[in-house]
């Protein structure tokens, strides 16, 4: 089995279990989007600034490891052309739900990230992809997937997990308990670690991978922000452990 296989299968039962990130809109979100009002997020707390979208009428939009019913809907309810890619059939389930609830039409892919993406080059005029990509050993893949698949001067935004959370002790935050990078299929002990905690298989990425490494697979970066865990010591604390990113396609 392979680690993404483990990660899949992590996050169904995550789902199951009521996992945030995977409980999809109510019917009352979905309207709202409809009249003007809405809000989508890339990190755990603060919402993806409006001014970075253009006008989603009509413009082929790709989840990248987005599904839960959350954010895709809502670019729906905009008029957006809407796929969706995620490796968690959970995930996709909630995706289908809302989609036949609310009645509208949506390509939904199960497929594995780190391969090469089932789309054409070109695809897409905007990709939208939360904070996942901690849950891949090489991102530089991942963002020249993006580079292909996105139409010369379409839009990337990303959720970017800094890799400062591997540091700390879960059940204490107050506790250093590891050092960066963090890789378990290199390190025995970070694997153990993730396995007592029903974590799936986590890997830490640095400024380098996670921004640099869109600059050099061809995109441009536009805007930044960073984010917080949204409870617990670091976030208490203001520590940012997230960022987003706006990017454009060179």
Request: net charge negative; proline share 5%.
């Amino acid at each position: 089995m392979e680690y993404t296989d483990i990660n899949a299968e992590t996050i169904d039962r995550w789902v199951e279990e009521g996992w945030e990130w995977g409980q999809p809109i109510s019917h009352a979100v979905y309207a709202d989007a409809q009249a003007g009002k809405w809000s989508v997020l890339l990190t755990p707390t603060k919402p993806v600034p409006r001014e970075w979208f253009p006008d989603l009428r009509g413009l082929r939009v790709l989840g990248l490891a987005a599904g839960g019913g959350q954010q895709m809907p809502i670019f729906a309810a905009l008029g957006a052309d809407c796929t969706v890619l995620d490796y968690s059939n959970r995930q996709l389930d909630s995706e289908r739900l809302v989609a036949a609830r609310e009645g509208y039409g949506i390509n939904v892919v199960r497929a594995d990230m780190t391969k090469r993406l089932p789309f054409g080059d070109g695809s897409f005029d905007l990709i939208f992809h939360p904070v996942s990509n901690c849950y891949v050993r090489d991102v530089h893949h991942v963002w020249r997937e993006c580079a292909r698949v996105t139409r010369p001067g379409g839009l990337l935004m990303a959720g970017l997990d800094n890799g400062f959370n591997y540091l700390f002790d879960e059940a204490d935050e107050t506790r250093i308990i590891d050092s960066l990078p963090f890789d378990p299929l290199t390190n025995p002990a970070q694997m153990e670690s993730l396995r007592k905690t029903d974590s799936g298989v986590q890997f830490s990425h640095d400024i380098g991978e996670q921004i640099a490494g869109q600059l050099r697979a061809g995109f441009e970066l536009l805007d930044v922000y960073d984010d917080t865990n949204g409870a617990g010591f670091l976030h208490e604390h203001g520590v940012p452990t997230f960022w987003a990113t706006l990017a454009r396609r060179k």
